[in-house]
């Protein structure tokens, strides 16, 4: 992996940090962005579908119609005039089996993530797909504009 390239992960990793703060989802906010040749061409976090209450859980535990990130960020792409196909998915979290499927049926052929999940079934698939599967723990950088 080049420097370069390094840089531009740890970037849009950040930013992927980011826009999961536009989640109103309390018992955990993830953010993603899907990049295809340096241009952000979708973006998600996880919410409720179009039309629904912004509201994500109930009793804390949370509700079975809540799209994850990917899932937001990989459905927009079908509204819009842009394809994912040989993009590079940045997403907070390790992204779970569900969505892995959507990731490898997108043609997305990268993806970047920064925290680890208790279940790693999405990563293994990704990984069965030939998708390029890559672990930044963004706490081991610190941001350019705190050195
Ligand atoms: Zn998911």
């Excluded at 804390?60 to 842009?82: C, F, G, M, Q, W």
């Excluded at 672990?135 to 050195?147: M, P």
Aim: proline share 2%; charged share 25%; net charge negative.
């Amino acid at each position: 992996m080049d420097e370069k390239q390094r840089q531009l992960d740890l970037r849009y990793l950040r930013m992927a940090k980011i826009w999961a703060e536009n989640s109103y989802c309390k018992r955990r906010q993830v953010g993603a962005l899907v990049v295809k040749d340096q241009m952000i061409i979708s973006d998600g976090y996880n919410g409720t579908p179009s039309g629904f209450e912004n509201v994500c859980e109930e009793n804390d535990v949370t509700l079975p119609y809540v799209l994850h990130a990917e899932a937001n960020a990989i459905t927009k792409l079908a509204r819009s005039s842009n394809n994912s196909d040989g993009a590079t998915l940045y997403v907070t979290d390790s992204p779970c089996i569900e969505c892995s499927k959507l990731i490898i049926q997108a043609g997305i052929k990268r993806v970047v993530y920064s925290r680890e999940y208790r279940l790693n079934d999405g990563i293994r698939l990704l990984q069965q797909a030939g998708i390029n599967v890559e672990y930044i723990n963004l706490d081991n950088y610190v941001s350019e504009q705190d050195k």
